[in-house]
């Protein structure tokens, strides 16, 4: 599956913040991710209510879900109960291994731009916007109208795109900057001081969440909580910054504490999480739930370097 496909995949809207559909399915993919049994509603529900979403939501999200071709559904007796579809698993299992390995590239940059020009009618505006979108994907920001850059983006994948929705005018060119002022600056497609705020607020946030886990003063229930938090709010980082290279910012860029952070917060989370996750999962179907697992962002990335290394794709 190609990143353009990923853009395509019609998940629920990545937001910060209790949302229902979008809830669930991150509860599938950390802790029940390659289970083919189905876990029955009533555990789901209980299990959203652990971040004060409401019986009624649950159950309109997990219809909603099962509608949009998410989840699927089967029945014993009188109780429902829902998978992850293959299409799901494989969109979430991608986006992990995006937001897991966001923030570790600190290789030298070569000083070169993957700049991409477009063109297209007024009367074409969806695709405009569904180009747009694709372009944001792959690491692109808006330089100009119809002139968008990166620095790590692949020229191979932005030409795919363009082909893909029929773009009448278009060029693809990797160039280095001789001369740019003010707002011609590559780099001025994003706004720094917006961005390394954005940093410095999450280590802010979660920093002294991470003291507090490793000082055993955070519980199961929580856990479970703040581990989705932690995860929701840094799986926004790649949409802002596609790892804009450390040789073109400013000193002292906040990026790396920030990543370090996640990884130990999340990682140390996990276990408790799990737990409280077999806990509400028992209460329904105990003969499932010893079958719930976390994963750590170190064993995903453990798991990416042996598939790379064998030459196979990452699952």
Request: hydrophobic residues 45%.
């Amino acid at each position: 599956m190609t990143a353009t496909d990923l853009a395509d995949v019609n998940l629920p809207r990545i937001q910060t913040g209790a949302n229902p559909q979008h809830l669930i399915v991150t509860l599938f993919g950390d802790y029940w991710f390659g289970r083919k049994e189905h876990l029955p509603s009533s555990a789901l529900v209980a299990l959203a209510g652990e971040f004060e979403i409401t019986a009624t939501s649950a159950r309109a999200a997990l219809s909603r879900l099962a509608r949009r071709g998410l989840l699927d559904s089967s029945r014993v007796g009188r109780r429902t109960y829902y998978g992850l579809t293959p299409r799901a698993a494989e969109v979430l299992n991608q986006g992990l291994h995006r937001i897991i390995n966001f923030g570790l590239d600190h290789g030298p940059w070569d000083g070169s731009w993957v700049v991409v020009i477009f063109s297209v009618p007024e009367d074409q505006r969806d695709v405009r916007h569904v180009l747009r979108t694709r372009l944001r994907w792959l690491g692109f920001a808006p330089l100009y109208d119809g002139v968008w850059v990166s620095p790590r983006a692949h020229a191979g994948e932005a030409a795919k795109v363009l082909v893909d929705l029929d773009v009448p005018t278009s060029t693809v060119l990797v160039s280095r900057m001789v001369h740019g002022e003010a707002g011609g600056d590559p780099l001025s497609a994003w706004d720094l001081d917006e961005l390394r705020a954005s940093y410095d607020a999450f280590v802010a946030e979660f920093g002294p969440l991470l003291d507090r886990v490793q000082t055993g003063r955070v519980g199961a229930a929580e856990a479970l909580v703040a581990r989705t938090q932690v995860m929701d709010v840094w799986r926004q980082f790649p949409n802002l910054d596609p790892e804009l290279p450390e040789d073109a910012l400013p000193g002292g860029w906040p990026r790396r504490a920030a990543q370090a952070i996640f990884a130990d917060v999340y990682d140390a989370l996990g276990p408790l999480a799990e737990v409280r996750f077999q806990q509400i999962v028992g209460e329904h179907v105990p003969e499932l739930a010893h079958h719930a697992r976390h994963f750590t962002t170190r064993s995903v990335t453990r798991r990416a370097s042996r598939k790379a290394a064998s030459g196979q794709d990452t699952p």
